[in-house]
């Protein structure tokens, strides 16, 4: 009865709500300005636009109509089928066979405003260039372009500079590795420290001589071992323009697998250690060595108020063509920009390499000739035959004018009269004679060229942005505009091949379990970060500064820099020395360890009820950390909570999504008695779980206790766990052994019964209330997903697939994917064991194979957490030769040719499956989901760490889970993949229901699909439209969330038993009020002070507004979501804190606008990330 009282109030307010809608539409209609002018007077057409728009509003009356009958038809089913707990409050099965929980009484609504999603449905960038359409253009062939093989042949008029000179800028540069072939300490000491070392003399020598530098890890680490004479001359140099820092990040970042959180942070502390040594602020971007081009980057540079950026790897093909059409300099723009904000300048190399022969112009046999470190004598020489010679007053004439030849036909392949020579390559200018050898023998050239009129040139060295400066100046345009004629590019530069079929598409999976772990430590970064904040901010507001550990701040600094070293291109790729990989994986173990301790010391400060009792022992910690690793190269153990009938144990657990969590936590418990409390008393139903050590063999003493909890965005809570008497809210889970032969039994421990059978081919189901899953008898993997309110089954149709190796001389390593045809079935040599697992909060089926172990778990739970399908694959593949495993789903989706991927979790990136191409240049890098559609549903996968993706064949999605290789693919590293680990990739599959196709039934989902209605008939119902000429797509605010949830997963701290008793705790729920929906907090950092390792009164607030998809299905998300128009008032985000600055600042918060009133309400765009100063007491 109470049940129908409820669900008839929500009813009628939901009927209310809708009415009052359509009435302002309506009355807006009639009194819209824009309609009322010449005295009222109407043209025929706009009485003819609304009379159909009055007629829609009917309809629409009409649609609410049945709504609100099914509203009521719905609250009698509910009471007719008997659908509330027999005891009230304890979880049943109900009609259907699936667990029904307690009816969760808070109310939750989707208030979504039509203009946030407007991007989804307007029109998009509108560029020049769009790359989608160039690799349609492009016929992929190879034909031998002479000199210049993968080009043409450049011819020029002798007086094309006779007006205006050509201007030459040479560039030296020497790029630095932090990690690859040796340690990121053994190349500082063997070489980097040489460079710096020599740089401080050799540029002082002359005015003249320019340099730059990127990577500020390698550059801080000189600094500190650097006495005060040489850090003054650096110093110098850089203020006076001689040395030019470029990019300025931590490391020159991958573009493929790295996540834009961490892509971000890395600049971030690059660009504040230089603002706080050096004072210096970097202008131009300096990326040569990723192995492809993200849009991402571009943005996140265009963000930190860089002017103009430089790229170097791309597709051959992609290069010859821009040459042919001079496009290699152009303005980038992000594919959902509808106008220019996001433009940045963009200068693509033209040749093979960043090297000298490939830099000077088109034929390397020349250009070899210039780089001097290969004058004879020396320890490397030209391949081609032909060896440098030093420049004297006999030969200068000769060598000037082969080397203008040179840069004559670079610059015809771009717009201006201004051309750009790298001059360097990997650790050059180690030795202080390589500085004399290059500089003194290109000034004497440079000497000769601009003391001879008749050459029309000025040649100089100059660094990246004097080259970007002289270009501006001779279009007469300010820095970073865009220049006349130059086009505007959208899209991206994967994949990548340097020659032939080479695709570097390998290595987006290569060393998955490292991938793996680097997101770990990205999430617990920054959780570490947000808490201490909080925890800092509240204690200087309690005036306890003095009795927290503030000092946790150098543990901050040690993992940022951990984290940001190994998004090196040659880190998170997997593309580095064996003995590399582990130095990379024992920085990123300690500093986890000590985020871990920033963690557990920053909730114990914020859950105590009285701060008075709050006592910091650096020995003596509060809580436990929620696991362990014991090596860096070994699986996450759970802690173990020992429960005593002498009293509870409490465990604390925290939340670090934005957004309120609904979700069940699962713990590890020594007993079966166990029973769970809330704060205040009430107690949860616990899904009670045996501890698997094998297929078959369960465990004695650890049991699994799993309990659904309501946590608070970005917040602490406090439960209680009993060992106590069975309690009727404890409920066992039921467990099914499917055996494939009448060998294996389970030992069942009471009471835990397990129940056995021997398999058989027919399709067996896990429930939910939400979803029904169908598997395979045979494999025991997913074969279908059926949603509650969907009267079809869909077919999700799971495959393990191998891939191996080319047998010719060129073979798969650690970059490049050279497979020897179509993936062929995974060779099972005996049948799956299948454990089905199914209970009142999770139902999971878990097949175990010999390389892999595969678990698909549902979650009984209501909103965001019980509408995906959470997947684990546990992957080994140690004793396999030349092999690559792969997962693959077949689905009904008609996807055609078409695909999602992300670029870096921030953006979808709409990708093509070309038949032209070989097999391994379709696939791309996943950071954090891909997805197919068409115009019914959408099927997404996220994932939790970077891997490889392709989409096969239509209604196909394809993820290499890990590649086990035994040769090098001879592009430097000098050794294969042997080092595989046990690996564990996490996933989320979410089916979603598209608007524009079957309407969804059931009163809930009615009214969600009703406001939907109502929103794609005012943005003119192009969803079909745009699902085939956009390239711009994004996930729905669910598949938001989701995401959200699988990479930011919930940590559980266990308090240590104390002798004198726990003092009492409280939830802490940091937020006065929810950040709208569509916002996501990507970081509130402590920023640093004088001293590197304590922190400054402020804080950086970083937020990213999401692009959101809304002609997709929005289903109970479990808590209230609602969008503002981009509006966000910080001064009421925060509770118990006062803001005392609010200031924009560029996102590496190297430049600040004024400060804003401390009240105001700041604004975002749809795709935007914005950075601010707080204070915050």
């Given amino acids: 009865m109470k049940l129908r009282k409820q669900v008839t109030v929500c009813g009628g307010a939901i009927f209310c709500v809708a009415v009052f809608s359509l009435y302002l539409m309506l009355d807006r209609v009639q009194h819209d300005p824009a309609r009322r002018q010449n005295g009222g007077n109407f043209p025929r057409s706009q009485i003819s636009v609304l009379q159909n728009r009055i007629e829609q509003l009917e309809q629409l009356l009409e649609e609410n109509h049945q709504i609100i009958s099914h509203i009521k038809d719905s609250v009698m089913e509910l009471t007719d089928t008997g659908a509330v707990s027999p005891s009230g409050h304890l979880p049943f099965r109900g009609a259907n066979g699936s667990w029904v929980l307690p009816f969760d009484s808070r109310p939750t609504f989707l208030a979504v405003n039509p203009q946030d999603c407007q991007l989804a449905a307007g029109s998009h960038s509108q560029a020049d260039v769009q790359m989608l359409d160039v690799f349609s253009l492009l016929k992929f062939d190879n034909p031998d372009g002479g000199v210049w093989k993968q080009g043409f042949d450049i011819t020029y008029d002798a007086d094309e500079w006779d007006k205006e000179p050509l201007q030459v800028f040479v560039v030296p540069h020497s790029h630095n590795d932090p990690g690859w072939i040796k340690t990121f300490d053994k190349y500082f000491t063997d070489q980097t420290q040489h460079i710096l070392n020599n740089m401080v003399v050799k540029l002082a020598e002359d005015p003249r001589r320019k340099f730059i530098w990127s990577e500020i890890s390698f550059f801080s680490k000189w600094w500190e071992s650097a006495d005060a004479q040489k850090q003054e001359a650096a110093r110098k140099l850089i203020l006076e323009g001689q040395l030019e820092i470029v990019t300025g990040g931590w490391v020159m970042t991958d573009e493929a697998?790295?996540?834009?959180?961490?892509?971000?942070?890395?600049?971030?502390?690059?660009?504040?250690?230089?603002?706080?040594?050096?004072?210096?602020?970097?202008?131009?971007?300096?990326?040569?060595?990723?192995?492809?081009?993200?849009?991402?980057?571009?943005?996140?540079?265009?963000?930190?108020?860089?002017?103009?950026?430089?790229?170097?790897?791309?597709?051959?093909?992609?290069?010859?063509?821009?040459?042919?059409?001079?496009?290699?300099?152009?303005?980038?723009?992000?594919?959902?920009?509808t106008g220019s904000n996001s433009d940045i300048f963009c200068h693509m190399m033209p040749f093979y390499s960043y090297d000298v022969p490939h830099t000077c112009g088109p034929d390397?046999?020349?250009?070899c000739q210039f780089d001097f470190k290969r004058l004879p004598g020396g320890r490397i020489n030209c391949p081609w035959k032909v060896p440098p010679k030093t420049v004297v007053e006999e030969n200068v004439a000769e060598r000037a004018q082969l080397l203008l030849d040179q840069y004559r036909k670079k610059s015809k392949l771009y717009r201006s009269k201004v051309v750009l020579i790298p001059l360097g390559d990997d650790f050059r200018y180690d030795k202080a004679l390589e500085w004399d050898q290059q500089y003194i023998n290109y000034q004497k050239l440079f000497d000769y060229m601009n003391s001879h009129p008749e050459m029309h040139v000025k040649a100089q060295f100059g660094t990246l942005t004097d080259y970007?400066?002289?270009?501006?100046?001779?279009?007469?345009?300010?820095?970073?505009?865009?220049?006349?004629?130059?086009?505007?590019?959208?899209?991206?530069?994967?994949?990548?091949?340097?020659?032939?079929?080479?695709y570097w598409t390998g290595y987006f999976t290569s060393r998955p379990f490292y991938k793996s772990l680097d997101r770990v430590i990205e999430s617990h970064l920054r959780g570490a970060e947000i808490l201490y904040s909080l925890a800092v901010a509240n204690a200087r507001n309690m005036g306890m500064e003095g009795r927290y550990p503030v000092s946790d701040y150098a543990l901050l600094v040690d993992a940022r820099r951990s984290v940001g070293l190994f998004q090196h291109h040659d880190g998170i790729t997997g593309t580095a020395k064996e003995n590399v990989v582990v130095d990379y994986g024992t920085r990123l173990l300690r500093s986890l360890i000590g985020l871990k301790r920033v963690i557990i010391n920053a909730a114990h400060f914020l859950v105590m009820k009285n701060k008075e009792f709050y006592r910091f022992y650096q020995t003596e910690p509060f809580l436990e950390t929620d696991d362990r690793r014991a090596t860096q190269d070994s699986l996450p153990q759970r802690t173990l909570i020992e429960l005593d009938p002498a009293g509870p144990r409490y465990l604390v657990l925290f939340n670090p999504v934005e957004q309120e969590r609904l979700c069940a936590v699962t713990v590890l418990v020594n007993t079966v008695k166990v029973r769970v409390l809330?704060?205040?008393?009430?107690?949860?139903?616990?899904?009670?779980?045996?501890?698997?050590?094998?297929?078959?063999?369960?465990?004695?003493?650890?049991?699994?206790?799993?309990f659904m909890v309501r946590l608070p965005s970005l917040g602490l809570a406090v439960y209680h766990l009993y060992d106590s008497p069975d309690s009727p809210m404890t409920l066992r889970s039921d467990t099914l052994l499917r055996l494939p032969g009448s060998a294996l039994s389970a030992r069942a421990l009471d009471p835990l019964p397990v129940r056995s059978q021997q398999a058989d081919p027919q399709t067996f189901y896990i429930s939910s209330q939400f979803l029904t899953l169908g598997f395979s008898g045979t494999t025991g993997l997913l074969e279908s997903i059926k949603h509650k309110d969907d009267p079809h089954e869909r077919k999700v149709k799971m495959h393990f697939v191998m891939y191996g190796t080319r047998p010719s001389k060129d073979k798969s390593g650690a970059y490049l994917f050279l497979p020897d045809g179509k993936a062929t079935p995974y060779d099972h040599k005996e049948p799956p064991v299948v454990r089905v697992v199914e209970g009142p909060l999770f139902s999971e089926v878990l097949a175990y194979y010999q390389h892999f172990e595969q678990a698909i778990r549902?979650?009984?739970?209501?909103?965001?957490?019980?509408?995906?399908?959470?997947?684990?694959?546990?992957?080994?593949?140690?004793?396999?030769?030349?092999?690559?495993?792969?997962?693959?789903?077949?689905?009904?989706?008609?996807?055609?040719?078409?695909?999602?991927?992300d670029l870096n979790g921030f953006q979808m990136q709409l990708r093509?499956?070309?038949?032209?191409?070989?097999l391994q240049a379709n696939f791309y890098p996943m950071t954090s989901?891909?997805?197919?559609?068409?115009?019914?549903?959408?099927?997404t996968l996220h994932t939790a760490q970077s891997l490889g993706v392709s989409s096969p064949e239509s209604g196909q999605l394809e993820v290499i889970l890990d590649r086990r290789l035994m040769q090098d693919d001879n592009r430097g590293l000098g050794q294969g993949l042997k080092d595989n680990k046990r690996t564990v990739n996490h996933f989320r599959l979410l089916l979603e229901r598209r608007l524009t196709g079957n309407k969804p039934v059931g009163f809930v989902v009615k009214f969600s699909s009703l406001f939907h209605n109502l929103l794609s008939k005012m943005l003119s119902d192009r969803v079909e439209e745009m699902?085939?000429?956009?390239?711009?797509?994004?996930?729905?605010?669910?598949?938001?969330?989701?995401?959200?949830?699988?990479?930011?997963?919930?940590?559980?701290?266990?308090?240590?038993?104390?002798?004198?008793?726990?003092?009492?705790?409280?939830?802490?729920?940091?937020?006065?009020?929810?950040?709208?929906?569509?916002?996501?907090?990507?970081?509130?950092?402590?920023?640093?002070?004088?001293?590197?390792?304590?922190?400054?009164?402020?804080?950086?607030?970083?937020?990213?507004?999401?692009?959101?998809?809304?002609?997709?299905?929005?289903?109970?998300?479990g808590y209230n979501c609602t969008t503002t128009q981009g509006q966000l008032n910080i001064s009421s985000l925060f509770k118990n804190l006062d803001l005392q600055l609010l200031q924009p600042m560029s996102l590496t918060l190297m430049y600040s606008s004024p400060p804003l009133a401390n009240h105001s309400t700041v604004s975002l765009d749809p795709m935007e990330i914005s950075a601010f100063k707080l204070k915050l007491r």
């Fill in 858 to 901: 549902i979650h009984n739970v209501p909103g965001v957490d019980g509408l995906s399908v959470d997947i684990t694959s546990k992957v080994d593949i140690r004793d396999q030769t030349n092999k690559e495993l792969a997962l693959r789903m077949v689905t009904d989706i008609q996807s055609r040719d078409v695909f999602y991927t």
């Fill in 1027 to 1117: 699902m085939d000429s956009s390239t711009t797509s994004f996930p729905s605010v669910l598949s938001h969330m989701t995401n959200g949830f699988l990479n930011h997963d919930l940590l559980a701290l266990p308090v240590l038993p104390k002798r004198r008793g726990v003092p009492p705790l409280q939830t802490f729920a940091p937020l006065k009020s929810a950040l709208p929906c569509d916002f996501h907090l990507l970081n509130l950092r402590s920023i640093q002070s004088q001293d590197p390792n304590a922190p400054s009164p402020y804080t950086a607030l970083i937020v990213h507004r999401f692009g959101l998809d809304c002609a997709l299905d929005s289903p109970n998300l």
């Fill in 912 to 918: 093509r499956r070309h038949q032209k191409l070989p």
């Fill in 929 to 939: 989901q891909v997805y197919i559609q068409d115009s019914h549903h959408r099927l």
């Fill in 257 to 337: 697998n790295v996540h834009y959180f961490a892509m971000i942070d890395q600049l971030i502390e690059g660009h504040q250690w230089l603002e706080r040594n050096i004072g210096a602020t970097p202008h131009s971007g300096w990326a040569i060595d990723p192995f492809g081009h993200s849009s991402t980057m571009a943005y996140v540079l265009k963000r930190a108020n860089l002017t103009s950026m430089l790229i170097q790897r791309v597709h051959y093909s992609v290069k010859k063509h821009f040459a042919a059409t001079r496009n290699l300099e152009f303005m980038w723009r992000q594919p959902w920009d």
């Fill in 678 to 706: 809330t704060e205040d008393g009430q107690t949860l139903p616990v899904q009670l779980s045996a501890q698997w050590s094998s297929a078959s063999q369960m465990s004695a003493e650890v049991f699994e206790a799993t």
């Fill in 364 to 367: 390397p046999k020349i250009c």
């Fill in 468 to 502: 970007f400066n002289a270009l501006y100046k001779s279009y007469g345009v300010a820095q970073g505009s865009r220049p006349a004629d130059f086009p505007v590019l959208s899209g991206d530069f994967f994949a990548y091949a340097d020659r032939e079929d080479h």
